[in-house]
């Protein structure tokens, strides 16, 4: 059989310039290159880790609302689990791809990894249009999808959460299908449920807490005031409402948040709390604003800390220049491409990476996990304790590694993240 080939290396095994269009899975393996010529490990390691473990494609029909039958593709990727099950989220969306779940599964990897959480990575979802699909056939589509990947799932296989286009409900769908043929009642098979069917409190607020936390751990680092500073916010969805509030609430002065139709700004300061999130009424941040700039325009806006919280590959060749910005934050997932990295970078502007910034989402999963393995609930001042110190114990280990090395502060998080992941394929060893 013929060996893997890597896409990211010429003939002569040189390591090619990003492109602006590169796919999740260039970035996650270009990312694992650099971090590990920071580090002394076995190469067979970083051979391993440049590929998933498994990756599962299966075909779901359902019944459509008027009795024809349709055909869906579905993936569930799994990278890595050297350090414990699968875990990552279920995405529905029609460009779901195998290569995407791979690089998003890469990503969850890493993620966990430094937030020091006993996880892995994994990443699926369906090729289908949630928003085509009555709640019905929503239903069905989950329900069948969970008995297809069944037997690679459980609350010690592999653990899937809601991504994009997935949310609460399909996760107590999922739960329900895997606990009916499984004969009990497994709530620990997915996290992202709903507090009822033993979710945890705090999991929709969590990844935007998380970069509320570390937004306030940057401006400590670098001596500056939250009271004294400016944020914008790119995206008023779970993650760009969350931290927006908390941080004003907090005495940060959130001067500019967006949705797809734009971007409000309010040089004195946003009522964070007047402007409903996407949750609370999807699109209508525009419709509280006095003042209505582009989101184009938002990123470029002369604030202190930029958080991107809406979409990948926003931060760009072509914009990264104008960030006028000096901390940028990524709520969202890979919203700088990797040429743009590099550009803020050589500018001196603080990048704090979306491996540490959101990652509080997949740390208060897992406490979800433990609550129901435990079957106890938490209160919702333990979660949000528990996840302050998390973050705080990340913070300082990739501050650590920024502090020793010369390198950015998403260097230093894939320094962490690959080396815990480095030394327990170490310990382990490879079987047989
Ligand atoms: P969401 O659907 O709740 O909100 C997304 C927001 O972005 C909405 O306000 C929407 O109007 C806005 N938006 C969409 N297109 C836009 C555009 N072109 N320009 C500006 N704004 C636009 O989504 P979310 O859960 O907050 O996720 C946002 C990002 O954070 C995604 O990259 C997601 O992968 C990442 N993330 C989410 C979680 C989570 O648990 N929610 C965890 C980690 C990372």
Redesign the pocket.
């Known amino acids: 059989m013929a060996a893997q080939t890597d896409p990211l290396r010429d003939e002569s095994g040189d390591v090619v310039e990003p492109s602006e269009s590169e796919s999740a899975l260039e970035t996650a393996r270009r990312q694992l290159y650099q971090a590990a010529n920071h580090l002394d490990i076995d190469p067979s390691i970083v051979e391993r880790l440049k590929y998933p473990k498994k990756v599962h494609e299966v075909t779901v029909p359902i019944k459509r609302d008027d009795g024809t039958v349709e055909v869906f593709t579905a993936y569930r990727a799994q990278h890595d689990s050297v350090r414990g099950p699968f875990k990552g ?1 279920l995405r529905y969306h029609p460009d779901v791809t195998r290569d995407e779940c791979v690089g998003l599964g890469m990503w969850m990897t890493w993620k966990c990894a430094v937030m020091d959480l006993p996880f892995g990575g994994a990443k699926g979802g369906i090729a289908v249009n949630p928003k085509g699909l009555s709640s019905a056939e929503n239903e069905r589509l989950t329900r069948r999808f969970a008995q297809e990947i069944r037997d690679v799932i459980g609350p010690n296989q592999d653990i899937p ?4 286009g997935t949310d609460p409900q399909t996760m107590a769908w999922l739960m329900d299908a895997y606990s009916m043929q499984e004969g009990e009642t497994t709530p620990g098979v997915v996290t ?1 449920k709903p507090p009822v069917v033993g979710g945890s409190e705090g999991r ?1 607020e ?3 807490r998380s970069v509320a936390i570390v937004t306030k751990l940057a401006c400590e680092y670098y001596d500056r005031k939250l009271k004294e500073t400016t944020v914008a916010v ?8 969350n931290a927006a509030r908390l941080l004003d609430k907090w005495g940060a002065t959130v001067v500019a948040v ?4 734009g ?1 409000m700004y309010e040089p004195e300061g946003v009522d964070t709390t007047a402007v409903p ?3 609370e009424k ?2 209508a ?1 525009t419709e509280y604003a006095d003042t209505v700039i582009s ?1 184009v325009e938002l990123l470029t806006l002369d604030v202190d800390v930029l958080i991107p ?4 590959n ?1 931060i760009t060749k072509e914009n990264a220049k104008t960030v006028a910005a000096d901390f940028v934050v990524e ?5 700088t491409t990797s040429t743009a990295d590099s550009i803020l970078a050589e500018r001196g502007v603080v990048v704090i990476p ?1 491996i540490l910034a ?5 740390t208060v999963s897992y406490f979800e996990w433990l609550q129901d393995i435990n079957r106890r609930a938490w209160s919702i001042e333990r979660v949000n304790d528990e996840l302050e110190a998390e973050m705080h114990a990340a913070w300082d280990a990739v501050q650590s590694e920024f502090e020793q090395r010369d390198v950015t502060w998403r260097g230093a998080a894939y320094i962490v993240a690959l080396s815990r992941i480095a030394e327990a394929h170490e310990a382990r060893g490879l079987w047989p």
């Open positions: 989220g959460a809601p991504d994009m992202g929709e969590a990844p935007g790119q995206g008023y969805g779970s993650v760009g409402a967006s949705d797809v139709n971007a999130s996407h949750d999807p699109e941040v989101n919280a809406a979409l990948g926003v709520g969202a997932n890979g919203p979306d959101n990652a509080g989402g997949v």
